[in-house]
């Protein structure tokens, strides 16, 4: 009963370094998001995927890029780390196929990620 | 860009009191949600409610949607220790993505 994975649960990175954040849900669900919160700002999206093999951009995707691994997975890199990214990370995962925003988001336990 | 806005940022109750909390929102939705986030956790999901609908129940939990006003409120009774936690209301726009406000964090004291 595991439902949306998120790993590593912590990071601490350089500038300029890169990394992968990698999701995996187990509930057969077809749209998949990244989010980052921070701060008195909630949360803002930052890409979607809103079937397999299809990615889109949210609100705030500059420095970061996704990969739609496959139905399961949906991975978020940074390429080259900025402070401005210290943040915590959320995947989450949806049923229908596309932005239906009458279903619920089923969300994992967040990357607290610092970039010093 | 952040449609809905909690009010207040934070409440303090005593366990058995009831706790409500506002939601505004700008422009016309199709549906609503609220989130509960425990400290460390991520989001959980309560209750959905549709712009025809005007008030869902689930457990303790309330929440009313007066569209005329684009303002949504939750109400937890009797609350209990295990209630402490930030909530989330979750409007969508005009393409159906949700946006998140900043959050209301309640705190239920022995």
């Known amino acids: 009963n595991a439902g949306v994975t998120q790993t590593p649960k912590f990071q601490v990175l350089k500038t300029g370094q890169s990394m992968t954040l990698q999701c995996a849900q187990d509930m057969n669900h077809n749209s998949m998001y990244w989010y980052r919160q921070d701060p008195g700002m909630g949360l803002r999206l930052i890409y979607y995927s809103a079937s397999e093999g299809t990615t889109d951009k949210g609100e705030v995707p500059n420095g970061y890029n996704v990969s739609r691994l496959n139905k399961r997975e949906f991975s978020l890199r940074l390429e080259s780390a900025a402070p401005s990214q210290t943040s915590v990370y959320f995947c989450a995962s949806s049923y229908g196929t596309g932005l239906y925003s009458n279903q619920p988001q089923h969300f994992g336990d967040g990357t607290r990620l610092s970039i010093l | 860009s952040q449609q809905g806005e909690e009010d207040p940022q934070a409440l303090s109750i005593q366990e058995g009191e009831n706790a409500t909390m506002n939601c505004s929102y700008k422009t016309s939705i199709n549906n609503l949600q609220w989130y509960r986030q425990n400290s460390g956790r991520g989001l959980v999901h309560l209750i959905l409610i549709r712009s025809n609908e005007r008030e869902k129940h689930s457990g303790r939990l309330r929440v009313t949607l007066d569209t005329s006003k684009k303002s949504s409120s939750l109400l937890i009774t009797a609350s209990r220790a295990a209630d402490t936690a930030s909530y989330f209301c979750?409007?969508?726009?005009?393409?159906?993505?949700?946006?998140f406000g900043a959050g209301t964090t309640v705190t239920v004291r022995a």
């Open positions: 979750a409007t969508d726009d005009n393409d159906y993505k949700l946006s």
